[in-house]
């Protein structure tokens, strides 16, 4: 860890322009050495600084975030494209947050701040539900290299900017990074956003590319998370049912249907709102009267009275 400071400058000689950097001196000596060289037709003006205990980390955090962005001007120089209000914003968002005060405390691991995002997303235990902190704290997870932040910040902005072609792009740009670095479960986030644009074609391609990467190299740390591959089932059922398209992994449903319908008899029975039990009935009977296999390996089973009622198409007592 080294203290310091992150800086952005900005020169009226490179309009539109920012220069993001880091210094362990006084921002303002490091200014007046870059406006001092002869290569610059206009010195460089200060327009945001800020103390960190760890400036290369928070440096490194921020770039990534920039780079992601694609507002990286050439690959080995520190300066970016947009409007200097844009630029500092996005620095504000990235920073971490570790206070200067007590320079010793360890930086947030990746995993963590994940977990903190995702309290903040929910409003889970005592968090408040702030889904804007929570963007901020997975960009942050994600420039340390949570691949897992980065299918939440593609999940999060795709249902945030339904309507949004440049936030759909953010979102896909997330899940494409994603992806490319293993987390075959950014394919469940891109079929949501080609769901609700009623995209089929690409709808069937995302589900195929999550099955095919699942079977050939599943990962302990992207499968990390409470039955986390059933509620990707879930919604792949659900998906199908309302695109009105024929399920065409048959044979991964039948592998877990037993314990799959066991999973939608106790989500339903969570459930409150009576559109969404209904929603997962359908799905839970579509599974029992269709996939291989269902039917009579549930009907071997205890809870065998509990599905009953909706296969029968109602609401139990």
Known sequence: MERGWVYVLVNSSMPSMAKVGRTTRQPAERVAELSAATGVA??????????????????????????????????????????????????????DCTCPERPSEPAASAADLVAQADQCLWGHDDAFQDPAEALRIYRLAASRGSVVALERLGGVHGVMSQKSPAGRRRALKYLK???????????????GIYQRDNHAGNFVKAWAKFFRERAARQCDDVEAGECRYLKALRRYVVGCIDMELEPAHLAELEAVADTLMTFLVIVIGKLEDPDERACLAGALRWIYERVPGARPEWERQKQRELLAPWIRGRQPA
């Open 42 to 95: 206009t010195p460089f003006v200060l327009a945001f600084e800020r103390e960190f205990a760890d400036c290369i980390q928070a440096e490194q955090d921020i770039h990534a975030e920039l780079d992601r962005m694609g507002r990286r001007v050439a690959a080995n120089r520190e300066f970016f494209r947009g409007p200097t209000a844009d630029i500092v914003h996005i620095v504000l968002n990235v920073a």
């Open 177 to 191: 990074e994603g992806t490319a670095r293993g987390n075959y479960y950014c394919y469940v986030e891109m079929a």
